[in-house]
């Protein structure tokens, strides 16, 4: 069965720096998709990225960009030029090109310092 | 676009009593999903709809929940008698219906169920 581990409880950045999330999975699949999902405080959850598996270009969307290293099987979300609005728990998730579920890691509570 | 919407936002109950979790997708979106995370967990995939039928409910932890999602619009999930290990965040999700694509999911804000 696949996993999603995401070793990093919280993080802190000051604002205007850059933090980077760390996440890896387990799989022995060799497509699938990989997301990441930002959930502000008392927010619905919404969709930073996604990067799918054969495609070896990592995803950028404006400050936001992935390291894929499919061999290592690790996705880490770099957010650049921290916000205040940056601040949110982030959730890293997997789907199998097979089916609709996702799998998802315990997340990382960001907070972003003035 | 509405987003998915879900009511109550909060619920606080004693053990034994029964709650009704509602969930509104997106227009048009004939896959609807319910996931939970428990405190400090991971978010936890529960069943999944297309339209109005059960596609996958490999997650439902027992038979104290019931999820339904008559004429295939909007869906409830119902504990009945809740337990305190059902306390958590209950999130529902939806996307279109297509048979390749990334398949992404919107979600909504979620109910935070506690059970005293």
């Known amino acids: 069965a696949q996993t999603v581990t995401q070793s990093q409880p919280e993080m802190s950045v000051q604002e205007a720096e850059t933090v980077t999330l760390s996440c890896t999975y387990d799989t022995s699949e060799s497509d699938y998709y990989l997301f990441w999902y930002k959930q502000p405080p008392s927010r619905q959850m919404i969709l930073v990225i996604r990067q799918e598996a054969y495609k070896q270009q990592n995803a950028t969307e404006n400050r936001f960009s992935v390291n894929f290293q499919k061999a290592a099987k690790s996705f880490s979300l770099k957010i650049s030029d921290s916000q205040l609005g940056d601040a949110a728990m982030y959730f890293c998730?997997?789907?199998?090109?097979?089916?609709?579920?996702?799998?998802f890691g315990t997340g990382t509570r960001l907070k972003v310092l003035a | 676009e509405a987003g998915v919407t879900q009511f109550p936002s909060h619920s606080v109950i004693e053990k034994g009593q029964t709650v009704t979790l509602r969930c509104d997708p997106i227009?048009?979106?004939?896959?609807l999903y319910w996931y939970r995370r428990v405190m400090g967990k991971e978010i936890k995939f529960l069943l999944h709809f297309v339209k109005e039928s059960k596609q996958d409910e490999s997650g439902m932890p027992n038979n104290r929940f019931l999820a339904e999602r008559t004429g295939g619009t909007y869906s409830t999930l119902k504990v009945q008698p809740a337990e305190l290990e059902d306390s958590g965040v209950y999130f529902c999700a939806s996307s279109h219906l297509t048979s390749g694509g990334d398949g992404t999911q919107y979600f909504g804000p979620g109910t935070r169920l506690t059970v005293l």
């Open positions: 998730a997997y789907r199998s090109v097979g089916t609709y579920k996702y799998i």
């Open positions: 227009s048009g979106h004939d896959n």
